[in-house]
T-cell receptor, first 111, second 113 residues
Framework: QKEVEQNSGPLSVPEGAIASLNCTYS??????FFWYRQYSGKSPELIMFIYSNGDKEDGRFTAQLNKASQYVSLLIRDSQPSDSATYLC???????????FGRGTSLIVHP | DAGITQSPRYKITETGRQVTLMCHQT?????MFWYRQDLGHGLRLIYYSAAADITDKGEVPDGYVVSRSKTENFPLTLESATRSQTSVYFCASSVVRFTGERYFGPGTRLTVT
């Protein structure tokens, strides 16, 4: 059974700090990795995707992938209260449309 | 407005009834998806479609039927609703393969009594 694990949180960080969200996965055949943000009662929004080991940066967001250790993380720099949401990690095997989602980590950024 | 719309936004139905959830996108994206989201399970893919008349099963397809006669529409039908199908259903679309579902609809909250 393919599993994607996330700490449910909540992760509480002060405004302006770096928030670090982590995700581990069990399927070594995974090739595509995604981070979504979901505000309470709203639909998910794709933040980033990453395929290769290393870091990928987009604005205040950095995704980090380590396939050998089977984890992917999301760093949010200069966290803002508007970043308070649940962050979903999703993992997809190579050549497959079917992702496995983690249950999400709740992030709270307090002023 | 351009985007993905879902209807109805809320639906209460009885066990055994057939119910259809509608999804419409205005961009003509090739790829469309149906997900369900439940507490304790996260998002799970029900069905997806790579183009009109091309559909395939996702992780949890049992009890659901889809069709895609037009690129812009991707209805999801529960043939005989069960209480376990009580969930929030999201439709999504994307342009490019394997880069993630970039656009999600607002969701339909379905309750089966």
């Amino acid at each position: 059974q393919k599993e994607v694990e996330q700490n449910s949180g909540p992760l509480s960080v002060p405004e302006g700090a770096i928030a670090s969200l982590n995700c581990t996965y069990s399927d070594r055949g995974s090739q595509s990795f995604f981070w979504y943000r979901q505000y309470s009662g709203k639909s998910p929004e794709l933040i980033m995707f990453i395929y290769s080991n290393g870091d990928k940066e987009d604005g205040r967001f950095t995704a980090q992938l380590n396939k050998a250790s089977q984890y992917v993380s999301l760093l949010i720099r200069d966290s803002q209260p508007s970043d308070s949401a649940t962050y979903l990690c999703a993992v997809r095997p190579g050549g497959s449309y079917i992702p496995t989602f983690g249950r999400g980590t709740s992030l709270i950024v307090h002023p | 407005d351009a985007g993905i719309t879902q209807s109805p936004r809320y639906k209460i139905t009885e066990t055994g009834r057939q119910v259809t959830l509608m999804c419409h996108q205005t961009w003509s994206h090739s790829y469309m998806f149906w997900y369900r989201q439940d507490l304790g399970h996260g998002l799970r893919l029900i069905y997806y479609s790579a183009a009109a008349d091309i559909t395939d099963k996702g992780e949890v397809p049992d009890g659901y039927v889809v069709s895609r006669s037009k690129t812009e529409n991707f209805p999801l039908t529960l043939e005989s609703a069960t209480r376990s199908q009580t969930s929030v259903y999201f439709c999504a679309s994307s342009v490019v393969r394997f880069t993630g579902e970039r656009y999600f609809g607002p969701g339909t909250r379905l309750t089966v009594t």
